[in-house]
């Protein structure tokens, strides 16, 4: 520590050169923040999908409907420990850009499968009485203001109600939602959606979840549920819920990998404009470094002291750089269209080892040249 003033001192000698370099700094590690989000935000559910968990979907697209008398034949089947079934809704909340996933369920066997939603025990009994409640996530009570009591009219798309084209609900509880769970969802009762919409359209459902009793058996029960319903009307497609998440996410490109690639490519340059403002900053003090070892700075002192000035610079620019991604993060998804819009703590920590990377990596070369400096070499070239 007593040599952080030297270092401080030495990184202001230019201070136009290094505020600059902080900037591009700064600026990277932004990107990569958003970067993270986005690719959390398209990626939501695979990391909790749970292991004993199997999705259910018709053998030809998954927007292809299931008949509800699956469910019994489902449960039936050795190795099945539950069984529930879900339904888009797809809604539109006033106006079409206020989009927002909308799922049909049965809410005991809905919260059974998915623990993960905490729902308070005096909101599930108000949801369980009455047949026009919903739950929703706290984003879409922040985003709309919405609270507990309030009727939201969704004029209906998919599914209309008998007696015209908006359906009214009643918010009845807001689920927590832990890192990783999609905030900004609303479940509706399916036994209200199948008792109001067209006759002609009762008895189907979107698609089902089914929880194993074993994991390691997954793909042995998958594969005897879609034999079991082979070569019928609606022939099926089973799979686990993280493939399942994972292909959906997919459709729309490998967004990891783009990420990736996009966040190789800006670092790789921050590595070669940090190395060259330390590698100019080396030269300029030649005769400096010769006069410190003059004066009994050992070879390994003068190195480290140069990679300190290259970690002070990446650690600056770069914390700042994660910190506003972070609080960019905190402001919400600014286009309401991501399922969540969050820094994940595992890319926090990651950003942090790429700053010391990237400060090791840039300050190496030029620390290992006033290493090997001679101090004759030095002072004559002066």
Same mark, same amino acid.
């Given at each position: 520590?007593?040599?952080?003033?030297?270092?401080?001192?030495?990184?202001?000698?230019?201070?136009?050169?290094?505020?600059?370099?902080?900037?591009?700094?700064?600026?990277?590690?932004?990107?990569?923040?958003?970067?993270?989000?986005?690719?959390?935000?398209?990626?939501?559910?695979?990391?909790?999908?749970?292991?004993?968990?199997?999705?259910?979907?018709?053998?030809?697209?998954?927007?292809?409907?299931?008949?509800?008398?699956?469910?019994?034949?489902?449960?039936?089947?050795?190795?099945?420990?539950?069984?529930?079934?879900?339904?888009?809704?797809?809604?539109?909340?006033?106006?079409?850009?206020?989009?927002?996933?909308?799922?049909?369920?049965?809410?005991?066997?809905?919260?059974?499968?998915?623990?993960?939603?905490?729902?308070?025990?005096?909101?599930?009994?108000?949801?369980?009485?009455?047949?026009?409640?919903?739950?929703?996530?706290?984003?879409?009570?922040?985003?709309?203001?919405?609270?507990?009591?309030?009727?939201?009219?969704?004029?209906?798309?998919?599914?209309?109600?008998?007696?015209?084209?908006?359906?009214?609900?009643?918010?009845?509880?807001?689920?927590?939602?832990?890192?990783?769970?999609?905030?900004?969802?609303?479940?509706?009762?399916?036994?209200?959606?199948?008792?109001?919409?067209?006759?002609?359209?009762?008895?189907?459902?979107?698609?089902?979840?089914?929880?194993?009793?074993?994991?390691?058996?997954?793909?042995?029960?998958?594969?005897?549920?879609?034999?079991?319903?082979?070569?019928?009307?609606?022939?099926?497609?089973?799979?686990?819920?993280?493939?399942?998440?994972?292909?959906?996410?997919?459709?729309?490109?490998?967004?990891?990998?783009?990420?990736? /690639? +996009?966040?190789?490519?800006?670092? *790789?340059?921050?590595? &070669? @404009?940090? !190395?060259?403002?330390? #590698?100019? %900053?080396?030269?300029?003090?030649?005769?400096?470094? /010769? +006069?410190?070892?003059?004066?009994? *700075?050992?070879?390994? &002192? @003068?190195? !480290?002291?140069?990679? #300190?000035? %290259?970690?002070?610079?990446?650690?600056?620019?770069?914390?700042?750089?994660?910190?506003?991604?972070?609080?960019?993060?905190?402001?919400?998804?600014?286009?309401?269209?991501?399922?969540?819009?969050?820094?994940?703590?595992?890319?926090?920590?990651?950003?942090?080892?790429?700053?010391?990377?990237?400060?090791?990596?840039?300050?190496?070369?030029?620390?290992?040249?006033?290493?090997?400096?001679?101090?004759?070499?030095?002072?004559?070239?002066?």
């Amino acid at each position: 520590m007593k040599f952080a003033y030297l270092v401080w001192r030495n990184l202001f000698r230019r201070k136009t050169r290094t505020v600059f370099t902080v900037g591009a700094i700064l600026v990277s590690f932004v990107l990569y923040g958003v970067l993270a989000i986005i690719r959390t935000s398209f990626a939501m559910g695979v990391d909790v999908a749970g292991a004993d968990r199997l999705m259910m979907v018709h053998k030809v697209s998954f927007i292809q409907p299931l008949p509800v008398s699956y469910g019994n034949r489902i449960a039936q089947v050795e190795g099945v420990d539950a069984v529930t079934h879900q339904s888009w809704f797809g809604g539109i909340y006033q106006d079409p850009k206020n989009f927002f996933a909308q799922m049909a369920v049965v809410p005991e066997e809905h919260l059974d499968l998915y623990p993960e939603y905490k729902l308070p025990e005096d909101q599930l009994k108000n949801w369980l009485a009455n047949r026009q409640g919903v739950i929703v996530g706290p984003a879409l009570v922040t985003r709309f203001g919405w609270k507990i009591g309030d009727r939201i009219p969704i004029q209906g798309t998919i599914w209309r109600p008998r007696d015209g084209s908006t359906w009214e609900f009643i918010i009845e509880g807001i689920y927590d939602a832990p890192e990783g769970i999609d905030p900004a969802q609303m479940f509706l009762r399916y036994d209200y959606l199948e008792e109001s919409r067209p006759e002609e359209m009762s008895g189907i459902v979107g698609w089902y979840v089914i929880r194993v009793d074993d994991p390691s058996r997954s793909a042995e029960i998958a594969a005897r549920l879609d034999d079991m319903f082979a070569n019928s009307s609606f022939e099926t497609k089973t799979s686990s819920e993280k493939a399942f998440i994972q292909g959906f996410a997919n459709q729309i490109g490998n967004i990891g990998a783009i990420v990736t /690639a +996009v966040t190789a490519a800006t670092l *790789f340059v921050l590595l &070669l @404009v940090v !190395g060259n403002t330390m #590698a100019q %900053s080396i030269r300029e003090r030649t005769n400096e470094l /010769a +006069v410190l070892k003059t004066l009994g *700075f050992p070879d390994g &002192l @003068v190195l !480290g002291l140069v990679l #300190a000035e %290259s970690l002070a610079l990446a650690f600056v620019g770069g914390s700042i750089g994660l910190l506003l991604a972070w609080l960019f993060a905190q402001g919400g998804d600014p286009t309401y269209m991501l399922p969540a819009f969050f820094l994940p703590t595992r890319d926090i920590f990651i950003g942090i080892g790429l700053i010391v990377l990237l400060g090791v990596v840039a300050g190496l070369l030029p620390a290992l040249q006033a290493r090997r400096l001679r101090i004759v070499d030095a002072l004559r070239k002066n």
